[in-house]
Each structure stands twice: as C-alpha cells, then as structure tokens.
C-alpha cells in the first residue's frame, strides 16, 4: 500500500465455508470530501470563537440601563365584565365586631369567592365574579345561600357590573392617582372602588356597558 493511501474496505460475509473476508477499494473521492469537511469544520470553529470575542467586547462597552430606576406609574389596564356586586347590611342597631366573621363564614360555607370588599360601620359591600358561571350570574347566589344571609342581615344585589383594574407601580406610594383615574371619569357612575389592598392595583366597579368607553378614556389620559 502506497504512503499516504488508505487501507482498503474489508467486508465480512458468512458462507458454506464459513467466513471470508473481502476487500474492496475506496472511491478515491473519498480523502478530499474528508480533508473538506475538517476544513469547514475548522473555519466553523474560529467563526464562533471570533463571534464569542466581539460579543464579550460589545457587552462590557455598552452601559447597563437600570430599567428600574424610574418605572412607569401606569403599566396596563384589564376589564372584566359579569359582575356582581352584593350588599349586607346589619340588622343590629349597634353592629358588632362579629358582623363580619358571620357574614364571612356563611360564603364559605356556600363557597363564594369575593373578589373585593369594602366596609363601613354597619354594612359590607363584596364584588363577586360570576365570569364562568353557566347559568347567569346569579348562579352563584343561590336560593339557599341568599335565605341564609337574610336570617343574618339585610341583602341587596346588583348585576350586569364591569370590574375594571389599574396596574401600575407602587400605586400606594404615588400622590394624585385617584385624581389621574377618576377625574376622567366624571360621566360614569362607579359603585365600588378598592384601593390599598395591592400595592400595585387600582380596582373600581361600574355599569358593564359603561366599561368600554371608562377604558378608552383612560388609556388615552394615562398612556398616549
């Protein structure tokens, strides 16, 4: 065999005799696809270290923006529409502090979800969100659950309400929001607003067919 050349291909095959071995020349095509392919995979190589080079260079020569410095006041506004905002008030003249661990145990005991609550001396007004209820929202007062907190208080409800949330940052610490929100919001009629509980959010109920037009405003006032 001359130097430099390759050995040639030896095949295996299996007879009446038993084995015997056969050889066969290689394509003489052969060494220059493999001198080929190495090169490339040569040049691929220096390719990615020169590419990992002028990246680290790009990365250590461009500043670092904090982008938490000075974050937006204002992030996103969301709706949700199908809700109900339900209404209990005392029987008692004087109320006590057990009004609300009553009223509480009774929802828990029909597993109600409360999205938001506010308080006052002698009542509660609770947002419940009938979104995936199947049959209306009042699904999710049921003739059970509504007599049993008319044994406890006096209930009011009040459908086909639109739950509309301000997101931002640090809400809580920023002046002026409720003049930003509800000063545009003059011409709607809100009946609920929960604000403190999120740092972040801002929530507030109104007519269901009031809630485009309260989130258009909003977005342009706020956003553009």
């Known amino acids: 065999m001359a130097q430099g050349s390759r050995p040639p291909i030896r095949v295996l095959r299996r007879g009446p005799n038993g084995l015997t071995t056969s050889h066969f020349p290689r394509p003489a095509i052969w060494p220059p696809l493999v001198r080929r392919s190495s090169t490339r995979l040569r040049c691929f190589r220096q390719c990615v270290k020169a590419f990992r080079f002028l990246l680290a260079q790009v990365s250590i020569r461009l500043p670092v923006h904090n982008t938490t410095d000075n974050p937006p006041r204002y992030r996103a506004l969301a709706v ?39 308080t006052s001396e002698n009542s509660i007004a609770l947002a419940l969100d009938a979104t995936h209820a199947t049959s209306g929202e009042n699904h999710i007062l049921t ?6 907190l008319s044994s406890h208080c006096r209930v009011e409800v009040e459908t086909g309400l639109a739950l509309v ?56 006032r706020l956003f553009e």
């Not at 003739?143 to 049993?148: K, V």
């Open 80 to 118: 949700r529409r199908k809700q109900t905002l339900l209404r209990l008030h005392s029987l008692e003249t004087q109320p006590s502090g057990s009004f609300l661990a009553q009223s509480f145990a009774i929802l828990a005991r029909h597993a109600v979800t409360v999205d938001l609550v506010t």
């Open 143 to 148: 003739s059970a659950l509504f007599t049993a």
């Open 165 to 220: 949330t301000l997101v931002g940052n640090r809400l809580t610490q920023a002046a002026g929001v409720c003049k930003d929100v509800f000063a545009w919001l003059e011409e709607h009629t809100v009946r609920m607003i929960c604000h403190g509980a999120s740092n972040d959010n801002l929530c507030f109920l109104l007519p269901a067919e009031d809630a485009d037009s309260a989130v258009k405003t909003l977005h342009y």
